[in-house]
């Protein structure tokens, strides 16, 4: 129906989206004078609860009148010259919350920077009418309005800096508004605030030669630094200079600029600068391709004619990053806009510093370390359109491209493209191919282990596939070996890590003057401590996990809610002073190594040791200058690095890996085990790799073994097509969570009996996960195998959402959360 905006009589609606974890949109009525500015897209301010403002989007535009409830009023249209969000993106907005099953808020949420929502501040002026000086303060509130005269108005926000005691400020604040000594009021803003600099310019009145000659002579006269000060602008191009370059590499003061102002020869302006534009930086040529390089990158192109999605298969050290800069070389070119995911910024430094020699002022990054201003303006540089390469993790794929011509996923098997710990939980991967194609961009995937359902979709003939097994400068693959734990713990009569092949091998390493890479998944010092006489476990006070030992900082800690407690040394159960430790973390082997070679320099690389500004770059740059020779990780060590003087890699464990209970954990062992064989030899293909297992019959260290691919994806692809997995079913995995055990039992089975109603066998579960209690919810799983071929997926999915509705109207199950992840990893 078209609507008729010039028709007084009609009252109008908006649907406006707000970043809430709420179903649907909400409705609010626009005002007469407001209507000319609503528009789909718009941001605009609404209240929402008990004295509340949030920024919102409008989605949609109607003269229905709601029924049943009170409808305020939009108060302020915020977009007045240009809607912020494009009809594109609402609508990419809302194909993510049908498909992730998450609502559309969440979307929104996640979708634009908060440095583009407003939020409601607290100022603090005296009160004009009252002279404070006569009042009876105390030191402390003498000292509070003391500041407020002196900045005239001010944020509590700021109060809070500037005050030397924050814990009583709000009580002193409380007290002074009591006795009318000032005044509050509030002000929306929005969040993200432009950078701006200092310009120091030359007066216009100095396009007056005469003018200029005098004042020159009677500065040379009287006021030395000033003239020199002048002379300085007067030689700068545009005859202007920024406040900072004067002061700090000229050496001028703050008063002598401010005395050429007071004489009217200079003025002094803000000026808004950028917080992520490069400054002219000079573009390096790309180097020549190899021909098998050449030739899989003419297969890319070929391919694109009739796939929109190319798969590319090349070993570690094949040079697929090279082949990517061309791509995006000729994409930038013809005005196009080019965005390359990586599995975790922070552990691609080495990549994007090669990219920013090819693409200069054309390159942009971002990340969630990045503050929210710099954020936002990665966000509206992209908006404009202008040609660039945006390099990020799974969350750049929701940026608001306008002119996208190339997609490239690079290591696209990696887990961590995957949201999992808030909604929607969507995949970076999929969710980017999906982009790419709605705006008629070409998508490349690459890797040298894909995930075995990339794997079937480019066999299947959906996706093009492209493959070579040459390493730059025809490296050839290392050699990978194995040494059995079980045999090792019974010649040492004891428990080690140190099994004597390993020992021997790092021994031959270090004396070849070559770097050493500890591989193991875990983080800590040991994963388990049990009391030798009862068996009883220090374990979260919230979740059903055992605490992680850390000796460094003598702690017990839990990963899944950060619980801390001090180290335990005697059981809480019996007493008993016996507790033993088990297991290795990397903070374990790491102490372990460093005793074993004292003469060794040992470092260790995980999430705890790189959580200083720029630690893991430093930790890499030191590698990299052989400042190191044994470095001892988690997966960090696998991802996004390029050493050139590795000779070996090791595995302390690959059991743990191998035993996870998920179907994909053989291949997750093949794609993690091939990557750390990729680390070693990468210049002159001269090292080995050693993985200690206790089951080295296991059949999938054969494919590891021989770098055997095939073989892999035919074994998987038979297992998941037996036992009914993924590539030919679609999961969606539901969690019940509530703060009661036998109320989560009871939802869940309730939950389980009304989706099995329609969908019978399908619906497995409910079950209790491995860790079934995290942040004291009780958690209860129930899985869902829907067939792509035969199955109305996106019905079943509304239809799934509406029964978690009318599951949660039920007075029992009010306060029960259930969680959807649609195609979970």
């Not at 008990?50 to 920024?55: A, D, L, P, R």
């Not at 997750?668 to 064989?677: D, E, G, H, I, K």
């Amino acid at each position: 129906m078209q609507l008729d905006f010039e028709d007084s009589s009609n009252t109008f609606y908006a649907e406006v989206i707000l970043p809430l974890p709420l179903a649907g949109t909400f409705t609010y009525r626009i005002s007469k004078e407001m209507l000319p500015l609503a528009a789909i897209g718009a941001r605009v301010l609404v209240p929402f609860g008990k004295g509340k403002i949030y920024t919102g989007i409008i989605f949609s535009i109607h003269n229905n009148a709601p029924e049943g409830f009170h409808v305020h009023y939009i108060q302020e249209v915020i977009d007045k010259d240009e809607i912020l969000i494009t009809p594109s993106q609402i609508k990419s907005w809302q194909w993510i919350a049908e498909y992730y099953m998450s609502p559309l808020g969440e979307v929104m949420n996640v979708a634009m920077p908060a440095g583009l929502n407003f939020h409601s501040l607290t100022f603090v002026e005296l009160n004009p009418e009252i002279y404070w000086q006569d009042e009876s303060l105390n030191k402390e509130e003498e000292h509070l309005m003391t500041i407020i005269e002196t900045h005239k108005k001010i944020s509590i926000k700021e109060l809070e800096k500037e005050m030397r005691s924050k814990s009583s400020l709000l009580k002193q604040i409380r007290s002074l508004y009591m006795r009318d000594l000032i005044l509050l009021s509030d002000e929306i803003r929005q969040k993200y605030k432009p950078k701006t600099e200092t310009i120091i310019k030359v007066a216009e009145t100095f396009k007056n030669e005469e003018f200029a000659r005098t004042q020159i002579d009677i500065l040379y006269k009287k006021a030395q630094k000033q003239y020199e000060l002048l002379l300085t602008l007067m030689g700068q191009p545009k005859r202007e200079a920024t406040k900072s370059f004067l002061e700090n590499e000229k050496d001028f003061s703050p008063s002598q600029i401010k005395s050429l102002e007071a004489k009217n020869l200079v003025v002094i302006e803000k000026r808004q600068v950028s917080r992520i534009d490069s400054k002219n930086l000079k573009p390096s040529d790309l180097p020549k391709l190899t021909d098998f390089q050449q030739t899989a990158l003419t297969e890319i192109e070929n391919h694109w004619k009739s796939k929109e999605v190319v798969l590319l298969k090349a070993p570690t050290s094949g040079g697929k990053t090279l082949i990517y800069t061309h791509l995006i070389k000729k994409e930038i070119e013809k005005g196009k806009q080019v965005l390359m995911l990586v599995p975790e910024i922070a552990l691609t430094q080495q990549l994007v510093q090669r990219l920013a020699e090819y693409f200069a002022d054309n390159l942009y990054i971002t990340h969630s370390k990045y503050d929210t201003n710099a954020r936002t303006e990665v966000w509206l540089k992209v908006r404009s359109g202008s040609p660039m390469l945006v390099v990020g993790p799974r969350s750049a794929v929701l940026l608001p491209f306008q002119k996208l011509g190339l997609v490239i996923v690079d290591e696209e098997h990696e887990s961590t493209f995957k949201q999992f710990d808030k909604m929607p939980r969507f995949n970076g991967r999929d969710l980017a191919i999906k982009t790419a194609v709605d705006a008629s961009a070409k998508v490349l995937l690459g890797s040298a282990t894909p995930s075995v359902e990339s794997a079937y979709m480019a066999k299947q003939g959906k996706w093009a596939w492209v493959s070579y097994n040459q390493k730059f400068d025809n490296v050839a693959p290392v050699e990978i070996e194995f040494a059995s734990l079980s045999s090792s713990v019974k010649q040492q009569g004891k428990k080690s890590f140190f099994t004597d092949k390993l020992d021997k091998k790092i021994r031959t390493t270090t004396d070849a003057h070559k770097q050493v890479l500890l591989f193991q998944n875990r983080k800590g010092y040991v994963p388990l401590i049990e009391c030798g006489n009862c068996g009883w476990t220090p374990r979260c006070v919230s979740c059903d996990i055992s605490l992680t030992y850390y000796k460094y900082s003598n702690d017990l800690r839990c990963h899944y809610c950060g619980y801390t407690q001090k180290a335990v040394t005697k059981c809480e159960a019996c007493g008993s002073n016996d507790m033993r430790i088990f297991g290795y973390g990397t903070e374990r082997i790491e102490e372990e190594t460093a005793l074993r070679y004292p003469y060794l320099k040992v470092k260790r690389f995980d999430q705890d040791s790189v959580r200083g500004k720029d630690a893991h770059e430093k930790i890499i740059n030191r590698f990299e200058k052989g400042e190191i020779d044994i470095l001892v990780g988690t997966q960090m060590i696998i991802k996004g690095i390029d050493f050139s003087n590795v000779g070996l890699s090791a595995v302390v464990s690959a059991d743990q890996m191998l035993n996870f209970p998920d179907f994909r954990a053989g291949e997750r062992t093949f794609q993690m085990l091939v990557q750390l064989a990729g680390r070693v030899g990468r210049r002159d293909g001269q090292g080995s790799m050693l993985i200690q297992t206790g089951q080295p019959q296991n059949p999938l260290f054969n494919f590891i073994q021989n770098y055997d691919y095939e073989g892999l994806y035919k074994h998987e692809i038979e297992i998941r097509k037996t036992l009914i997995y993924p590539p030919f079913v679609r999961l969606i995995r539901i969690t019940i969570r509530h703060k009661d055990n036998a109320t989560a039992n009871h939802a869940a089975d309730h939950f389980a009996q009304m989706l099995k109603t329609n969908l019978g066998s399908r619906v497995l579960g409910p079950e209790q996960p491995l860790v079934s209690r995290i942040k004291n919810y009780y958690l209860r799983n129930i899985l869902v195998k829907l067939d792509p071929q035969k199955d109305p997926i996106a019905k079943i999915k509304t239809w799934m959402v509406e029964k978690s509705r009318q599951l949660t109207d039920i007075d029992l199950y009010k306060a029960t959360t259930i969680v959807f992840d649609v195609d979970p990893q």
